[in-house]
């Protein structure tokens, strides 16, 4: 029975552990180049023992960010910062990933620190702005909450095709960088979550209508970075797999998206919600682990791997998800940010034999041998072991 601890296999990768570093924006790049911030932001979770670690969202093209200061890979100049996030992620033990991606009606927004409206949400700015730009998506909607009010261009089949070899483009630079995992962002309302959503998506051609024509997008894109990417490598996605709004997307459509996904070289199925709209119906943000029923039904009637987060952040709770077999990765997003060696944390919650496995072999001989005082060491004391608590 695995663990949270066990390792995990996917394809030619094996990661050390089923913990996951789930992409978080940073506001932090400028013409969305990765530098020094990154590396040592996301060298640190790695040194703290997360297998799998992604730094963020990463746009195809300019217009694909959300804010003035995200990251990209849209550029070959692009391709030095990458390679030292992966350089340090792999000298530190795990496993460099990277999310692909556009945020279509999302755009052109200032960081969510730097400006608010008047509603205080985050400020998107027009289109005439020195610094914003056009948002596009499958119609001419505008995603309307969050202050999210000016008009969005409805992209063309020809505008479509040129993102798909966006999405490829992007797939051999990463490749050219180093990641040795490829995630595809079709979630939280960003281009590929709203062309899966009726809220979003009233196209009338081959791009809308039916769920099979709604998912077209996500399996072309699918299609083009399968032919760029190497078969040993994990090619897996997020996908908004539920609008909680009856007009929406519906989880069974999801079910149907996935099988067709994998179909198209799909790896893995990382679960997550739409976000295409602010009117959701009973959303379930304080429940624990609340995605972790639908992921499961993924995994036993598409049979293939998944992954989810969303409240997993309490060590039991993501050790039970794995032990009981309802995921096989956990993804932990501001868990990852509060505390960059969450899974040696993790480790001396539920008792593992030898926690400071997860740090580099010379952190861990001087934490193995601490002669002094034993909550000085800097982490919270162990619990007291319960019978049948510990992990191997």
């Known amino acids: 029975m695995p663990d949270l601890f066990s390792p995990y296999t996917l394809k030619g990768v094996t990661l050390r552990n089923r913990i996951?570093?789930?992409?978080?924006?940073?506001?932090?790049?400028?013409?969305?180049?990765?530098?020094?911030?990154?590396?040592?932001?996301?060298?640190?979770?790695?040194?703290?023992?997360?297998?799998?670690?992604?730094?963020?969202?990463?746009?195809?093209?300019?217009?694909?960010?959300?804010?003035?200061?995200?990251?990209?890979?849209?550029?070959?100049?692009?391709?030095?910062?990458?390679?030292?996030v992966c350089a340090i992620v792999e000298r530190m033990g795990g496993v460099p990933a990277i999310q692909l991606g556009h945020t279509g009606r999302k755009g052109s927004e200032l960081p969510p620190h730097k400006g608010t409206n008047a509603q205080g949400t985050w400020k998107q700015l027009p289109p005439d702005h020195e610094h914003g730009w056009?948002?596009?998506?499958?119609?001419?909607?505008?995603?309307?909450?969050?202050?999210?009010?000016y008009p969005v261009r409805e992209l063309s089949v020809a505008d479509i095709r040129a993102l798909h070899q966006?999405?490829?483009?992007?797939?051999?630079?990463?490749?050219?960088?180093?990641?040795?995992?490829?995630?595809?962002?079709?979630?939280?309302?960003?281009?590929?979550?709203?062309?899966?959503?009726?809220?979003?998506?009233?196209?009338?051609?081959?791009?809308?209508?039916?769920?099979?024509?709604?998912?077209?997008?996500?399996?072309?894109?699918?299609?083009?970075?399968?032919?760029?990417?190497?078969?040993?490598?994990?090619?897996?996605?997020?996908?908004?797999?539920?609008?909680?709004?009856?007009e929406g997307v519906q989880f069974e459509d999801a079910i149907v998206a996935i099988r067709m996904m994998k179909e198209h070289g799909l790896d893995l199925a990382d679960l997550s919600l739409g976000f295409n709209t602010d009117e959701m119906t009973n959303p379930p943000?304080?429940?624990?682990?609340?995605?972790?029923?639908?992921?499961?039904?993924?995994?036993?009637?598409?049979?293939?791997?998944?992954?989810?987060?969303?409240?997993?952040?309490?060590?039991?709770?993501?050790?039970?998800?794995?032990?009981?077999?309802?995921?096989?990765?956990?993804?932990?997003?501001?868990?990852?940010?509060?505390?960059?060696?969450?899974?040696?944390?993790?480790?001396?919650e539920l008792q593992h034999d030898d926690p400071f496995h997860l740090v580099p072999q010379d952190w861990a001989w001087w934490l193995r041998n601490f002669r002094g005082h034993g909550p000085s060491i800097g982490l919270p004391p162990a619990p007291p072991a319960a019978e049948g608590d510990k992990a191997a």
């Open 134 to 149: 056009e948002c596009v998506g499958p119609s001419a909607i505008p995603y309307g909450g969050g202050g999210h009010i």
């Open 166 to 246: 966006s999405y490829a483009d992007a797939a051999k630079r990463a490749l050219a960088a180093g990641y040795k995992w490829l995630e595809m962002h079709y979630a939280h309302g960003y281009l590929g979550a709203s062309f899966f959503s009726p809220l979003a998506n009233q196209r009338t051609d081959q791009y809308g209508g039916s769920v099979e024509n709604r998912v077209r997008f996500h399996l072309e894109a699918l299609d083009a970075v399968r032919a760029v990417w190497p078969e040993e490598l994990p090619l897996t996605m997020r996908l908004g797999s539920d609008d909680l709004h009856p």
């Open 20 to 84: 996951a570093m789930s992409p978080m924006t940073m506001y932090n790049s400028v013409d969305g180049k990765l530098d020094d911030y990154h590396v040592s932001y996301l060298g640190a979770r790695a040194a703290g023992g997360f297998g799998l670690v992604f730094g963020e969202q990463m746009a195809i093209t300019p217009d694909g960010r959300t804010t003035t200061s995200c990251a990209g890979i849209w550029s070959d100049d692009q391709i030095e910062g990458h390679a030292r």
């Open 285 to 348: 943000m304080n429940e624990v682990g609340f995605m972790l029923k639908r992921a499961n039904r993924v995994r036993e009637e598409v049979g293939i791997p998944v992954a989810t987060s969303w409240n997993l952040g309490v060590p039991a709770n993501a050790d039970r998800a794995i032990r009981e077999e309802l995921i096989d990765l956990v993804f932990l997003g501001r868990p990852a940010l509060a505390n960059p060696h969450w899974p040696v944390w993790a480790a001396r």
